[in-house]
């Protein structure tokens, strides 16, 4: 029998059975990921990866033993699906918040960070050092999940995160709204002697290739941090570790100028 659902799922809920993900995705309701069994008839995969497409999920293939085990049963037919572990909000809302407090914005952009513990890690730094908000990618990037949300300490519960289709026209949107766009770049500007006071936004890279080029491109600058050592094999900081000490200098330059 077909599993079905009479209201909303919860955050990070799995949902499964062909008719409750097809109306979860339909709903407008944050959807994460959906898994599809790698036996699935072509036709109906097609039509689960147009929706998916459509609410901004990511497409897991699966074997079929481990969307069973994951169901913890037999009539998941061959479909199921993550609710989003959090309500995603508008960019607008963000600059929102910055409105209401009477403070510049102040913002962090994702762009392609993958390992939700590494996206976990930043919410938690972004919060602490007084972001207004976090922006992720529907695509190409870690969702904000059950594991990204325990890796923030509590964080992804207080700091609003919103997902945008892409992040090089959210830089275009900010821009638009007279914030000063960084991205964190092995090529930038010293860190220490680069004024990072006013309204401000910050884009870091994915865990391997950094910045996208466009992205890079679209940003009003570029930020490095100085190492003492150069190891064998290891040239840069790790993502969530560069995010901490950005947002830090970020923090303790508004607080000065305040």
């Given at each position: 029998m077909e599993q079905r659902t009479s209201r909303p799922a919860a955050a990070g809920q799995l949902v499964y059975g062909k008719n409750p993900v097809a109306e979860l995705l339909r709903s407008g309701a944050g959807v994460d990921?959906?898994?599809?069994?790698?036996?699935?008839?072509?036709?109906?995969?097609?039509?689960?990866?147009?929706?998916?497409?459509?609410a901004g999920a990511v497409v897991k293939r699966v074997h079929p033993a481990k969307l069973?085990?994951?169901?913890?049963?037999?009539?998941?037919?061959?479909?199921?699906?993550?609710?989003?572990?959090?309500?995603?909000?508008?960019l607008k809302e963000l600059l929102g918040a910055a409105r209401a407090a009477h403070e510049d914005p102040f913002l962090v952009l994702a762009d392609g960070i993958e390992d939700p513990h590494n996206l976990g890690a930043v919410i938690r730094s972004a919060l602490l050092c007084g972001a207004h908000g976090l922006v992720i990618p529907k695509r190409g990037g870690a969702a904000?999940?059950?594991?990204?949300?325990?890796?923030?300490?509590?964080?992804?519960?207080?700091?609003?995160?919103?997902?945008?289709?892409?992040?090089?026209?959210?830089?275009?949107?900010?821009?638009?709204?007279n914030i000063f766009v960084y991205c964190a770049d092995p090529n930038g500007a010293p860190l220490e002697k680069?004024?990072?006071?006013?309204?401000?936004?910050?884009?870091?890279?994915?865990?391997?290739?950094?910045?996208?080029?466009?992205?890079?491109?679209?940003?009003d600058g570029s930020l490095r941090l100085d190492m003492s050592a150069r190891a064998a094999g290891v040239d840069s900081f790790n993502v969530s570790v560069a995010a901490g000490i950005i947002l830090y200098e970020m923090m303790r330059q508004r607080g000065a100028r305040g």
């Amino acid at each position: 029998m077909e599993q079905r659902t009479s209201r909303p799922a919860a955050a990070g809920q799995l949902v499964y059975g062909k008719n409750p993900v097809a109306e979860l995705l339909r709903s407008g309701a944050g959807v994460d990921t959906v898994l599809l069994s790698e036996g699935m008839a072509p036709e109906a995969a097609g039509y689960y990866m147009a929706l998916a497409k459509q609410a901004g999920a990511v497409v897991k293939r699966v074997h079929p033993a481990k969307l069973r085990a994951l169901c913890g049963a037999e009539s998941h037919q061959g479909v199921a699906a993550f609710a989003a572990a959090v309500e995603y909000v508008p960019l607008k809302e963000l600059l929102g918040a910055a409105r209401a407090a009477h403070e510049d914005p102040f913002l962090v952009l994702a762009d392609g960070i993958e390992d939700p513990h590494n996206l976990g890690a930043v919410i938690r730094s972004a919060l602490l050092c007084g972001a207004h908000g976090l922006v992720i990618p529907k695509r190409g990037g870690a969702a904000v999940t059950p594991a990204a949300v325990k890796s923030s300490a509590g964080a992804a519960a207080r700091l609003p995160v919103a997902r945008v289709a892409n992040i090089g026209e959210a830089v275009r949107r900010l821009k638009a709204e007279n914030i000063f766009v960084y991205c964190a770049d092995p090529n930038g500007a010293p860190l220490e002697k680069t004024n990072l006071t006013g309204p401000v936004a910050l884009v870091l890279g994915g865990e391997g290739a950094g910045v996208s080029p466009l992205v890079r491109k679209l940003c009003d600058g570029s930020l490095r941090l100085d190492m003492s050592a150069r190891a064998a094999g290891v040239d840069s900081f790790n993502v969530s570790v560069a995010a901490g000490i950005i947002l830090y200098e970020m923090m303790r330059q508004r607080g000065a100028r305040g």
